[in-house]
């Protein structure tokens, strides 16, 4: 069976500034995967590869062994079947909620996908009330808080029941309350052929969504292991700016000591 | 306005375009004449209208036309002081600047004459303003009164169904997504901005604080147009407008349709 997303010694720019070099990794169906990394690092970028929004100037890409090519993705059969399969949350939900209202909004993929009314309708209030957004059904998007819009940006993607699920920092900017919702959804789908791949920095999430780990560190693979096995290795968090050296003095004396918000315990030696 | 105050009604200004625009998705939902109507009648019809506009000769026709917009504008409950404000006194403004040196420099019979300036009004310069303004006036009425009582993607996708190129409607409904992300951001930035604001600032250094500021916004809103694209696309768009309401023309759509067509051939033709 092919993987999921198999990529192949990928690279790609923005203009002149290289955001992927030579880029490799594979990722199979089920798996949960975290890609971690500091801001820069190429997250955002990968993520967008692998919903055939950028296409890499070198390497290559398959979705369940069919090549992600502009080329491809022009063919109306395999576009509208790689959409229904594969969905992105963007990172900044303003640029994903662009319709009237909130039903509106997440009844957009599926009208783009052309399914019957009455299973658009159906399908739109099930979402709804799966994200407890049923009373915000008539708002215009744009008026929510950064948490509405956060949910109204994930139901917008889940009411397609997408195989693939691409998150871009699903929990940033939000409120404790509404990050644990979020991390709560991913760890629903642990066990399901669902794959989840989710971009992020914060550490303290990633043993909740993932099972693997890949540290991305200016636009390649830095490592790749368990999260136990990542997150324990300070220098390799270190180096890929995920932690700092934290100073601090205690009883007069100055120390330091790799640091990470997430982390807010730690112990000392007197 | 105080010289002082420059900032604080800019920001104003954003936070009223928001809000002007919520009232007009408000009135694409009130029981009116076209409201009624399949989008694709109002489109038609509405054009149909403008052309007899542009095609009329006579002022008398073309002023026979800007009451059946505003016959139009109150059956379908668009209020008419939020067409005043919005439209004729704006129009009044643009066209009228235009259209000021034509009473001067169109030569005829002198209406009056100011002597000491050598200057004089010809009869035929009042009727060539009169004509550009009143012109001017009639379209946008009737292209205002079809967005207020239509919504935004109702007008697409009878665009679309009217075979208006999939690339023209796509660019029309980014314009339409790309103008909220303008607003809101131009809106925070002048917020931070005046939040760093300390002291009395001068009207000019504020001006050209704005100037600046616009570059700024420009750079930021084609990167965040862009993505609205890229999130588009991701959620399967391919240049279609598709809708949860289907266009059916109904007998009342028939009749409509006959009478924007008669109305506008009339007019054209008594016009002429």
Known sequence: MPSTFAVQDISFSYEAIPAIRGLTLCIEEGDRVALLGANGSGKSTLLRILDALYFPSAGSVTFKGDALTHEHLQQEEFSLSFRRRVALVFQNPDVQLFNPTVFDEVAYGPLQMQWSKEDVVRRVDETLSFMSISHLRERPPYRLSGGEKKRVALASVLVLNPDVLLLDEPTATLDPKSQSQVVDLIQQWKGTAKTVITATHQLEIVEDIADRVFVLEAGTVMAEGSPSEILSNSDLLLRANLIHAHRHSHGGVMHSHPHSHGHSQHEHER | ?272
């Open chain 2, 1 to 272: 306005m105080s010289r002082h105050s420059f900032l604080k009604s800019t920001v104003r200004g954003f936070a009223q375009a928001v809000s002007k625009a919520l009232q007009s998705e408000h009135a694409t939902t009130q029981k009116g004449l076209l409201q009624q109507l399949d989008p694709r009648v109002r489109v038609i019809g509405v054009f149909a209208l403008v052309v007899s506009v542009i095609l009329c000769r006579r002022l008398e026709a073309i002023a026979a036309i800007f009451l059946i917009a505003i016959a139009l504008a109150v059956a379908s409950r668009v209020r008419l002081g939020l067409l005043a404000k919005r439209v004729w006194l704006v129009v009044l403004g643009f066209s009228g600047v235009i259209a000021l040196p034509a009473l001067f420099l169109t030569p005829g019979e002198p209406l009056f004459t100011a002597p000491a300036l050598h200057l004089s009004i010809s009869m035929q310069g009042v009727r060539t303003a009169a004509f550009l303004i009143l012109r001017v006036e009639t379209a946008a009425t009737l292209t205002t009164v079809l967005v207020l009582s239509t919504a935004w993607t109702h007008i697409l996708k009878a665009l679309r169904s009217l075979h208006l190129p999939a690339e023209v409607v796509t660019m029309l409904a980014m314009t339409h997504r790309y103008l909220f992300l303008l607003i809101e951001t131009a809106n925070q930035m002048f917020e931070s901005r005046q939040s760093r604001a300390v002291g009395i600032v001068s009207g000019s250094a504020q001006r050209k604080m704005t100037a600046r500021t616009a570059g700024v916004l420009l750079s930021k809103s084609i990167e965040l147009s862009h993505e609205v694209y890229l999130a588009m696309l991701s959620r399967g768009f391919r240049g279609e407008v598709r809708l949860l309401t289907d266009f059916r023309l109904r007998p009342r759509d028939y009749v409509a349709l006959t009478a924007f067509v008669f109305t506008s051939c009339m007019a054209a033709w008594i016009g002429r």
